[in-house]
């Protein structure tokens, strides 16, 4: 099986930075999109930053210019470099990765998500 694990939230100040990491493991052959959702209560989550496996980046337009999206393949990493954080971007974050494994069918691409990690930016 395939286990995305997250870290680096927190609680930070208006103007803050945070940096969250998100690693697999498990059965990995390769990954293909990997990038980061933030949900807050009673709302849907919502994507935050994507990086495909060819380096292509989209982000949220509220974050552009302020959080950065990067990944280390051979480590299955994806990171999230927040800067300028302001209290609307407190919220549960989220990583997803689309990890491609052998299955007893041959090789298929499965949506994995993190457990989740706490942002709180005070005011």
């Known amino acids: 099986q395939v286990q995305l694990v997250e870290s680096g939230g927190g609680l930070v100040q208006t103007g803050g930075s945070l940096t969250l990491s998100c690693t697999g493991s498990?059965?990995?052959?390769?990954?293909?999109?990997m990038g980061w959702y933030r949900q807050t209560a009673g709302n849907q989550r919502e994507m935050v930053a994507i990086?495909?496996?060819?380096?292509?980046?989209n982000y949220e337009d509220s974050v552009k210019g302020r959080f950065t999206v990067s990944r280390d393949g051979a480590k299955n990493t994806v990171y999230l470099q927040m800067t300028s954080l302001k209290p609307e971007d407190t919220a549960v974050y989220y990583c997803?990765?689309?990890?491609?494994?052998?299955?007893?069918?041959?090789?298929?691409?499965?949506?994995?998500w993190g457990q989740g990690t706490q942002v709180t930016v005070s005011s």
């Open positions: 997803t990765a689309n990890v491609v494994r052998q299955t007893s069918w041959g090789i298929r691409a499965f949506d994995y």
């Open positions: 498990g059965s990995i052959l390769s990954i293909n999109d």
């Open positions: 990086i495909r496996s060819g380096g292509v980046k």
